[in-house]
């Protein structure tokens, strides 16, 4: 990809360099000083420990997110001996924590990242975020491994296709799914990207609080090198790539050869990517999208989206030579 059109990225994107990154990338994890900096290798492997929340007690993470006292903690010590429970439990026995925060504290010991319901930084829509234990998160992780046992099962170069969510209408829950499917995805440890294509109602930034001066189609037009690919706070392997500013020209910015190569190399840099795109009613910009990711899921509103618009849309994408992971019906 030239200069002009190279996307930018941050620079913990390249964490865990995989072997079509250049070996340099790896250099960005080392600590300060490299690893016989201040304190030596020993001393940094214990500020690690220290810090890695699975290395730390249920006790110590509860103390810190709920701000217990020492008098609080042998309080429920003391419960845990006499009443034969678990740690949390008997917090919440003694009114001192709730299940919810309990359930958070467990998610960081087992590196499960998700934001507490109500979080500032989070909006209600991402339900996998804020509520990963609840009936619709649940269904999306259902979603996510169904993908990945199909269009998503890694090829035989080793990376998968980018995946396109696509809908015939405005209102069917396109960007929606792509958000929580996209944040399930990130959940698996993976290095996850979620891309909004959607070049003519872009709504990603506003989901996930994301600067949107600059994005995709600044890239595409080659009108920036500045960085456009935004880390997640919380879950942190999550990135957004928003739209920027809306183009008067987003078809054919997205049948360009500039979007082409920014997927394949978005495939080769992340481990899951996912692209949202604009209702089908706008035109055919979800459908070429389609086609240059190689895999694309269908989205429909139960009681709105009209099954002939359904219909045409899926005809329309199998035509285009990706793969469809079939349709989905939005019951929310």
């Known amino acids: 990809m030239s200069d002009s059109t190279k996307a930018s990225y941050p620079a913990d994107t390249h964490a865990g360099a995989r072997r ?6 790896a250099e960005l994890d080392a600590p300060a000083g490299g690893a016989e900096g201040a ?7 214990e ?7 699975r290395e730390r007690t249920l006790g110590d993470l509860l103390r810190e997110a709920q701000s217990l006292t020492d008098e609080q903690i042998h309080d429920v010590l003391t419960y845990q001996k006499e009443h034969g429970v678990r740690f949390g439990v008997a917090a919440i026995r003694l009114g001192y924590t709730t299940e919810k925060d309990v359930m958070f504290a467990l998610a960081r010991q087992y590196r499960y990242p998700y934001a507490l319901e109500g979080s500032d930084n989070y909006n209600p829509e991402l339900v996998v975020g804020t509520d990963p234990f609840g009936e619709q998160a649940e269904e999306f992780r259902e979603l996510r ?6 269009v998503l099962e890694r090829r035989v170069e080793g990376r998968r296709p980018a995946l396109a969510v696509v809908s015939p209408n405005v209102g069917d829950g396109k960007t929606f799914f792509a958000a929580n499917l996209a944040t399930a995805f990130s959940q698996l ?5 979620l891309i909004d294509a959607d070049l003519r109602t872009p709504r990603l930034h506003q989901v996930f609080g994301v600067d949107s001066q600059l994005g995709l189609s600044s890239v595409l037009a080659g009108r920036t090198k500045h960085q456009v690919v935004h880390r997640i706070p919380g879950i942190p392997s999550l990135y957004v790539v928003p739209v920027g500013a809306v183009p008067p020209n987003p078809l054919e910015l997205v049948q360009g ?10 495939t080769h840099r992340f481990d899951y990517v996912i692209v949202d795109t604009p209702s089908a009613s706008h035109g055919a910009d ?4 389609a086609a240059r990711c190689g895999a694309a899921l269908a989205i429909g509103r139960q009681g709105k989206t009209k099954m002939p618009d359904l219909q045409t849309l899926v005809t329309k994408v199998n035509k285009g030579g990706q793969r469809l992971a079939g349709v989905v019906m939005n019951e929310w």
């Open 145 to 150: 491994s169904q993908l990945l046992q199909g």
């Open 257 to 266: 050869m500039a979007f082409s190569l920014l997927i394949r190399e978005m």
């Open 39 to 45: 304190g030596g290798a020993d001393g940094f492997e």
């Open 189 to 193: 440890g993976g290095r996850t990207v």
């Open 286 to 289: 979800c459908r070429v999208i």
């Open 47 to 53: 500020t690690r420990l220290m810090n890695d929340p």
């Open 20 to 25: 079509d990154v250049p070996a340099r990338a």
